[in-house]
């Protein structure tokens, strides 16, 4: 599998609530070109207003984007994200990289890490702290899980959202004691 991220990815955003709204509005901001969904159109209005494509679903935006976060709910809005035949990894065409920034589980981000890998896409588990203030102040705490080559590929944007980004390991290794308030 090889990585090969531009300078300047294109960016899919799956999840305009309280948070996501917020932290993909810091991503336009700079300058990147954005592809939203959520399951709720108007709730991405001012995202698509500074710029960003409305797609249909969150397949649409993986075949759209070269890196997708996502950040919904609860771990049954991942899976259905994720893992249905027209989900993300489905989708997503090889050397994409696809980045969950929703509190989970470690099981199913190494599920999630290992069925990505078997289509030849990349994955991080990157959960957050800091709340709907960190994320419109961009001053979150970003704990990431995977491979370390893609979270140095995808840490000049998570360093557009958070002020404290730690990388802790393979997948789903975020959740080890003290993870969400590492050192």
Known sequence: MNLHLTKNPSIGWIGTGVMGRS??????????KGFVFTRTKEKALALIEKG???CDS???VARQ????FSMVGFPA???DVYLTPEGLI???RPGAVLVDMTTTSPSLAEEIYN????RDVFT???????????ARTASLSIMAGGDKPVFDAVEPLFSILGKKIVYQGKAGSEWGPCAIFPG
């Open 58 to 60: 969150s397949g649409a």
């Open 115 to 118: 069925k990505a890998r078997n």
């Open 90 to 92: 489905e989708s997503a």
């Open 52 to 54: 960003a494509v409305w």
């Open 77 to 79: 809005d991942v899976r």
């Open 23 to 32: 932290m993909f509005g810091h991503l336009l901001d700079k300058g990147y």
């Open 65 to 68: 984007a070269d890196v997708v």
């Open 124 to 134: 991080l588990d990157a959960p957050v702290s800091g709340g709907d203030i960190g």
